[in-house]
């Protein structure tokens, strides 16, 4: 029996369940039918290989808001059915946001009315295999070329994966990257870039007004399609050397009373900033988004270390932490590498997700603005959905521990966890990795 009651003894989150099991029933409550939804996950995973459910009381709530999953559909495009069969994944797993890297020089993946050409030619380009595409001349070709490779998400296609991934309490926050990853943009629309010129740049050209006008007008499409509180602006890996060098970069400049690129950087995420806010959203970044001084409200995304975050937090800014070294898991899962295939390089086991502490290295003032954990697949070298299964599970196991549980965390525990989640994953359809299972490292 599921049942939305007024309060629950014990727990405080709205995403908490209660759950009895006796000989005779299973009943849960919750306060939201988030928390039933979580509720019902943590009871299929219970049945073991025979069949039964043990009996018993489990009073559960979140440990962290933001529980987040990052999938990179720029490197390589995948479709709607793809991208719903992770949002099931991530479900299982209590995750709760979703962020779609859509924008990048591998290609533009949203329909954006007001400029075509981001989906006519700038989702587009001369290979399939994003390593055959960046080691040769990085080409876009129209999107009728017998010879493209590519693709992108209509307006309707983000409607529907914004609404599937609503249905299990998830929401879908979009990235679109600036001011640099922005190759494919500049490809079409020259003017935006300090040189004027096609597949020169990567980053936009701040002094000049067009830019803006872009950047708000393609974002109030996105707002319009993604009910997201959080909007994602990248903000990563700016080279910012054309700056140095563009006439109306160092107008700006001088104008605005700045003294470095850093600043000039921080200028433009300052307005659109104010350009969310006023639309009543947030801007959330990478953590490149400190560099020339933090926007006042703005959530961080550590992802080159935790100083980032903590610093950010110490401000008191909320953050969310998703450090390469433990987060990113386009990294391999074994020492050796055998039979793993090409990855980019760095090791990331199951066993040390595990044993991640989040909040390791924030003071107890900090503590409360560390408001999530995420993990991150980038897909340069991920090209197929197997792939992409076999790199989440079942380390996303480990990371819903780090976003979900308060748990001791104990080895022994949670080997005898993922036998039973083999088993779930094997009933799902989803395919795993095995390293953990055979106990290479
Ligand atoms: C990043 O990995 N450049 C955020």
Same mark, same amino acid.
């Given at each position: 029996? !599921?049942?939305?009651?007024?309060?629950?003894?014990?727990?405080?989150?709205?995403?908490?369940?209660?759950?009895?099991?006796?000989?005779?029933?299973?009943?849960?409550?919750?306060?939201?039918?988030?928390?039933?939804?979580?509720?019902?996950?943590?009871?299929?995973?219970?049945?073991?290989? @025979?069949?039964?459910? %043990?009996?018993?009381?489990?009073?559960?709530?979140?440990? !962290?808001?933001?529980?987040?999953?990052?999938?990179?559909?720029?490197?390589?495009?995948?479709?709607?059915?793809?991208?719903?069969?992770?949002?099931?994944?991530?479900?299982?797993?209590?995750?709760?946001?979703?962020?779609?890297?859509?924008?990048?020089?591998?290609?533009?993946?949203?329909?954006?009315?007001?400029?075509?050409?981001?989906?006519?030619?700038?989702?587009?380009?001369?290979?399939?295999?994003?390593?055959?595409?960046?080691?040769?001349?990085?080409?876009?070709?129209?999107?009728?070329?017998?010879?493209?490779?590519?693709?992108?998400?209509?307006?309707?296609?983000?409607?529907?994966?914004?609404?599937?991934?609503?249905?299990?309490?998830?929401?879908?926050?979009?990235?679109?990257?600036?001011?640099?990853?922005?190759?494919?943009?500049?490809?079409?629309?020259?003017?935006?870039?300090?040189?004027?010129?096609?597949?020169?740049?990567?980053?936009?050209?701040?002094?000049? @007004?067009?830019?803006?006008? !872009?950047?708000?007008? $393609?974002?109030?499409?996105?707002?319009?399609?993604?009910?997201? &509180?959080?909007?994602?602006?990248?903000?990563?890996?700016?080279?910012?050397?054309?700056?140095? $060098?563009?006439?109306?970069?160092?107008?700006?400049?001088?104008?605005?009373?700045?003294?470095?690129?850093?600043?000039?950087?921080?200028?433009?995420?300052?307005?659109?900033?104010?350009?969310?806010?006023?639309?009543?959203?947030?801007?959330?970044?990478?953590? &490149?988004?400190?560099?020339?001084?933090?926007?006042?409200?703005?959530?961080?995304?550590?992802?080159?270390?935790?100083?980032?975050?903590?610093?950010?937090?110490?401000?008191?800014?909320?953050?969310?932490?998703?450090?390469?070294?433990?987060?990113?898991?386009?990294?391999?899962?074994? &020492?050796?590498?055998?039979?793993?295939?090409?990855?980019?390089?760095?090791?990331?086991?199951? @066993?040390?997700?595990?044993?991640?502490? %989040?909040?390791?290295?924030?003071?107890?003032?900090?503590?409360?603005?560390?408001?999530?954990?995420?993990?991150?697949?980038?897909?340069?070298?991920?090209?197929?959905?197997?792939?992409?299964?076999?790199?989440?599970?079942?380390?996303?196991?480990?990371?819903?521990?780090?976003?979900?549980?308060?748990?001791?965390?104990?080895?022994?525990?949670?080997?005898?966890?993922?036998?039973?989640?083999?088993? !779930?994953? @094997?009933?799902?359809?989803?395919?795993?990795?095995?390293?953990?299972?055979?106990?290479?490292?």
């Amino acid at each position: 029996k !599921f049942r939305i009651v007024e309060h629950l003894q014990g727990v405080d989150s709205p995403e908490a369940y209660v759950m009895r099991v006796t000989r005779r029933r299973v009943e849960v409550e919750a306060t939201s039918e988030a928390g039933l939804y979580y509720g019902m996950q943590t009871l299929l995973q219970m049945v073991d290989a @025979e069949g039964r459910i %043990p009996c018993g009381v489990i009073k559960d709530e979140p440990r !962290f808001d933001y529980r987040g999953m990052m999938l990179d559909v720029s490197r390589h495009f995948y479709d709607v059915d793809f991208v719903k069969k992770q949002i099931d994944a991530m479900a299982a797993y209590k995750l709760n946001h979703l962020h779609l890297h859509l924008t990048d020089a591998a290609g533009w993946r949203i329909e954006i009315e007001r400029y075509p050409r981001l989906t006519e030619l700038a989702a587009w380009r001369t290979h399939h295999l994003w390593k055959d595409w960046w080691n040769g001349e990085r080409r876009y070709v129209e999107s009728d070329d017998p010879d493209s490779h590519g693709g992108y998400y209509t307006q309707a296609d983000i409607r529907e994966i914004v609404d599937y991934a609503q249905q299990k309490y998830i929401t879908v926050i979009p990235e679109i990257e600036m001011p640099s990853h922005s190759e494919e943009v500049l490809a079409v629309y020259p003017e935006l870039s300090c040189s004027h010129e096609s597949y020169k740049d990567s980053d936009f050209c701040i002094g000049n @007004e067009q830019t803006f006008e !872009f950047l708000e007008n $393609v974002l109030s499409e996105v707002i319009a399609l993604f009910p997201s &509180e959080y909007i994602h602006i990248g903000g990563d890996e700016a080279s910012k050397q054309s700056w140095k $060098v563009c006439p109306q970069c160092q107008a700006r400049m001088q104008q605005e009373n700045l003294s470095t690129v850093d600043e000039l950087q921080s200028y433009l995420i300052h307005r659109i900033e104010t350009y969310l806010n006023t639309h009543g959203r947030q801007l959330i970044g990478w953590d &490149e988004i400190l560099d020339g001084g933090l926007a006042p409200r703005a959530i961080v995304m550590s992802w080159r270390g935790t100083q980032g975050g903590i610093y950010a937090a110490e401000r008191g800014n909320d953050v969310v932490m998703t450090p390469m070294t433990l987060c990113y898991f386009n990294f391999y899962q074994t &020492e050796s590498r055998e039979g793993e295939g090409l990855h980019i390089g760095g090791h990331i086991p199951f @066993e040390k997700v595990y044993a991640w502490d %989040p909040y390791a290295g924030f003071s107890e003032a900090a503590r409360e603005h560390l408001i999530g954990v995420q993990c991150n697949l980038w897909t340069e070298y991920i090209k197929d959905m197997a792939t992409i299964e076999v790199m989440l599970l079942p380390r996303l196991a480990a990371m819903a521990e780090a976003q979900w549980s308060t748990d001791r965390r104990d080895e022994s525990t949670i080997r005898a966890k993922m036998e039973t989640m083999r088993r !779930f994953y @094997e009933a799902c359809g989803w395919q795993c990795a095995p390293y953990y299972f055979d106990g290479r490292k």
